[in-house]
């Protein structure tokens, strides 16, 4: 580990972009969420994921 690191040229924010995400707060009933956490477990993936394709599905079955 360097004694002194530069940070002159650095820039505030996250360190990876995700192009086409956008970082939101929304409330959801605990329900909502227990029951997406536990479906994204046993499927292997991130329980936002699962929330992005529930949206998604319900926009597209309009």
Known sequence: MKQ???FSTAKRGP???RKG???ITIM???DV???VREHAE???TGYQAI???LLR???ISE
């Open 28 to 30: 959801l009933d605990d």
């Open 4 to 6: 002194e690191y530069d």
């Open 21 to 23: 995400k956008t970082c």
């Open 33 to 35: 969420i227990k029951s």
């Open 42 to 44: 046993s499927a292997g």
């Open 15 to 17: 360190i990876s972009s």
């Open 51 to 53: 929330i992005n394709d």
């Open 57 to 59: 599905q319900a926009l």
